[in-house]
């Protein structure tokens, strides 16, 4: 199913070039032929086979059936669970909030004009960004052991990665004649940032503090798989026992969660941006 | 006279102080709600037994065990290829719905904004609950993992391309359309080549995201290296663990670079 | 008094910014520095409040070699030296009066001014500041709703409050139009004789140094090529400076011409 529009699309793809020189169209073709080999070698290093898949939807779908319908009375032991799936992404967000205010400043070479401060610090944020959530959750749980604490540093640690990228970027972008204002009356460094920087990158950073607060609720799934807390727990034991019609339950428990959720970040985001 | 001076009063002040006063409260409510609720639930005792730990498990995971080498290498290298076909898989599905979800493109308002809901209706489910989904429907292994990065990577792709594609220059496809191009030709001489390169550098900013999206889904099964994740960990096997950790982070780094370097020059 | 001896400045990339100047510039005058763009006028008006740092040389305000201030004295230093940039510089998420205040912060303790707890004096002086910029109207407006000419002129506001015995301005009409470039210069002008404030001026108008100044100083390269009151002025001596004709974009135009200022 997919084969056919692959090569259509390949196909196409030399007409768009065809105004363009040769090489260029070479070019194109070369990496379109590498694209598609990798992805072929991928399929098959993974064992996927979409025709088998096709061929047969309906097992697939029968064993979908099987989720059907959600054990509803499940719902009253997951909220709990829940409840402490949102207490956790609410604690880790506002540290993460809080720590990436120096470190992202320390970061951004719009204050720091010493480049070896600025470039460690850009260093430990993109060290701290390349650990996936499940890295963080098993290394803490593995030291602090079971329980939702090592869960609350595992997401402070993986929200705060990427706070501080996206907040330093947007300070290395604001208006640096505004800073210099302040400078020239005298501003020492604290009132500089504060009059200077804080006016010009506060809605980004409200906005940016709600994603990622909707980030760690979704991120705190994994946390129960590793034993760090929340609502993944009582999946994973559901799937073990392969009690399918709960976890659904389940599943529908959190997804309304996370839309009623990212509803109300994106209306209050839209009051202050 | 210092005294007596008022700066002239602010314009409707009382109605944003309601405001500011409301948002305060319901904040403050929530962190009270959130904080009390944690600290609760945290068990302390975890403090006396620290050094300990501490003392037993970072040494070792700072003495990796290469020897357990092919091993990790090999399920790293399963996630990246789960990474690589989920990501293609987004970019080409991606597309139409790109277009579905741009304003410029669709000419009834009512079918474009359906279009959006539905890539924004994507981007909200978690990936596990996906995985969980193609792991039960199409069995454990990769291959439900590489479906569930397909679908969750193209609702965002497909938000970006949208945005890319309402952002281009329309006079050239009023030129086309004046030329009496039709409308496979108009997409394929006007907008395509003005969309490419950017479509090519999201999608290649989603791929460094679905590689570490990848190392989760083995959690529930669907490949990768997660499910040994958790098994080194239970065994308490930390110089395995360390290895691991040390993989995954200079592998990410690699793409990383490798990708922002390539993104660097297309666009 | 502001006296430079010897002082030059070379940047980082090897640009010699400022050669060997030696001036005097004394109490209350005001100074005119045209030549142009890239002639150092920028780089002369920011060594007097160390917006940048002269590489050698000595640099005297009131009586004090500021080229060593650091930190404290040098935060000190800019608190007596208001600056008004060409882009005005406000910050434009931020209110008229916020921004206004904003020229007490040197005189302020950090703390006050995060909770924004500045003095009845403070808060009197700025609005005060505002009446005499004709801008009182406009206190809670934020900053980017303001055309240009009243930004500017909520810039002069700012840098008043700061109570400086010196005014640097930064080529302040070169974003303006010719009639709101008047208005800005007549204020400027107005604070310097009724509160006897040294003010230096960057300009590449020479109409407008003509009208506005009590001394002209020229720059080219780096280097002082001409000083001296402005009745010693003459076309001949701008295209000395300039080392080239005359051209009409050396010239605002007059106060009649209509271009009104866009709100």
Redesign the interface.
């Known amino acids: 199913m ?1 084969l056919p ?2 090569n259509k ?1 390949s196909e ?1 793809e030399s ?2 070039y065809s ?1 363009y020189p040769k090489k260029v169209k070479f070019q194109i073709s070369i990496i379109f032929a590498i ?1 598609l080999f ?2 072929f ?3 098959r ?5 979409f025709l088998e ?1 096709f061929g047969d939807l309906d097992v ?2 029968g ?2 059936i ?2 059907f319908p959600p054990d509803w009375s499940y719902i009253e032991s997951a909220i709990d669970p829940l ?2 799936t ?3 992404a ?2 880790a967000s ?1 540290f993460a909030i809080l720590i990436c205010i120096p470190m992202s400043l320390l970061s951004a070479n719009t204050i720091v004009k010493n480049k070896f401060i600025y470039q460690t610090f850009r260093n430990i944020m ?2 701290l960004r ?6 963080l959750a ?2 803490f ?5 079971v ?3 090592p869960g ?1 540093l595992a997401l402070t640690v993986f929200s705060l990665g990427l706070l501080a990228k996206l907040l330093s970027e947007t300070i290395e972008t604001i ?1 640096t ?2 800073l ?9 460094i ?2 500089v940032i ?3 920087v804080v ?2 990158v ?2 980004s950073f409200i906005s940016y503090g709600l994603y990622v607060f909707e980030l760690n609720v ?1 991120a705190s ?2 946390l129960g ?2 034993g760090a ?1 929340g609502i ?1 727990s009582i ?2 034991t559901q ?1 073990n026992f392969m009690q ?1 019609q709960k ?1 659904m339950a389940v ?1 529908v428990l ?2 309304v969660a ?2 009623i959720i ?1 509803t109300l970040s994106n209306m209050l985001r839209r009051r202050v941006v | 006279m210092a005294n007596d001076f008022r700066l002239p009063p602010k314009p409707n002040r009382t109605r944003k102080r309601v405001r500011n006063i409301i948002i305060a409260l319901v904040l403050a409510v929530i962190y009270f709600w959130a904080f009390s609720g944690v600290i609760k639930k945290i068990d302390w005792s975890f403090f006396g037994e620290m050094g300990e730990k501490f003392g037993k498990v970072i040494p070792r995971l700072f003495d990796p065990a290469w020897e357990e080498f092919e091993k990790v290498f090999d399920l790293i290298l399963e996630t990246i290829f789960i990474a690589y076909g989920g990501t293609l898989i987004a970019a080409v599905l991606a597309v139409p719905f790109g277009f579905w979800a741009a304003r410029n493109m669709v000419k009834s308002p009512i079918w474009n904004t359906l279009g959006k809901w539905f890539l924004i209706l994507d981007r909200t489910f978690p990936e596990l609950i996906l995985a969980i989904l193609f792991v039960i429907s199409v069995g454990p292994g990769a291959f439900a993992g590489m479906l569930t990065i397909g679908l969750t990577a193209f609702g965002m792709l497909g938000k970006l391309y949208a945005e890319v594609i309402e952002s281009i220059d329309m006079k050239v496809v009023e030129a086309m359309e004046a030329n009496g191009a039709n409308k496979i030709q108009i997409l394929f001489y006007a907008i395509f080549p003005q969309v490419l390169p950017e479509f090519l550098s999201f999608a290649l900013y989603r791929f460094e995201i679905d590689i570490r999206a990848s190392t989760v889904l083995g959690l529930v099964g669907a490949g990768g290296i997660g499910t040994l994740i958790v098994i080194t960990a239970a065994n308490r096997n930390w110089e395995q663990l360390g290895l691991i950790i040390i993989s995954i982070v200079v592998v990410v780094m690699i793409i990383d670079f490798i990708s922002s370097k390539i993104r660097k020059r297309l666009v | 008094m502001i006296t430079f001896k010897d002082v030059s400045l070379v940047y980082p990339n090897g640009t010699q910014g400022l050669k060997d100047i030696n001036v005097t510039i004394n109490k209350g005058e005001f100074v005119v520095i045209v030549g142009l763009s890239g002639a150092g006028k920028s780089t002369f008006i920011r060594s007097i409040n160390r917006m940048v740092t002269p590489t050698s040389g000595q640099l005297l305000v009131e009586d004090e070699d500021i080229l060593k201030l650091e930190g404290k004295s040098l935060r000190k230093l800019r608190t007596k030296v208001g600056m008004i940039f060409q882009n005005y510089n406000l910050v434009n998420r931020s209110s008229v009066i916020k921004n206004t205040i904003s020229g007490r912060l040197g005189h302020t303790g950090t703390l006050r001014s995060i909770f924004n707890l500045y003095s009845k004096e403070d808060k009197m002086k700025a609005y005060d500041n505002l009446k005499r910029v004709n801008m009182e109207e406009k206190v809670y407006s934020r900053a980017d709703e303001l055309s240009g000419g009243q930004q500017q002129r909520v810039s002069i506001a700012r840098v008043l409050t700061q109570d400086p015995s010196i005014i640097l301005a930064d080529e302040p009409v070169a974003s303006l139009d010719p009639p709101t470039s008047h208005q800005v210069m007549s204020y400027l002008r107005r604070v310097n004789k009724e509160d006897n404030i040294t003010t230096i001026v960057n300009l590449h108008f020479i109409d407008m140094a003509m009208e506005y100044a009590d001394r002209i100083i020229g720059m080219r390269d780096g280097e002082i090529v001409f000083d001296g009151p402005v009745s010693e002025v003459s076309d001949k001596t701008f295209e000395q400076i300039y080392n080239r004709p005359i051209r009409d974009e050396d010239l605002r135009g007059s106060e009649e011409n209509e271009t009104s200022e866009q709100e």
């Open positions: 997919k529009n692959k699309t196409n007409k768009i105004v694209v990798w992805y070698y991928s399929l290093a993974t064992d996927a086979d898949l697939v779908f064993k979908l099987e989720m409840i402490e949102i207490q956790i609410v604690v506002t993109n060290l390349t650990m996936p959530d499940i890295l098993t290394i749980v593995s030291l602090f052991g329980g939702i604490f609350i208006d004649r505004q210099e204002a302040i400078r020239s009356t005298g501003g020492n604290i009132q504060w009059y200077g006016p010009q506060l809605p979704r799934l994994v798989f590793v807390g993944g999946i994973d799937l399918y976890v599943l959190l997804l996370v839309i990212e």
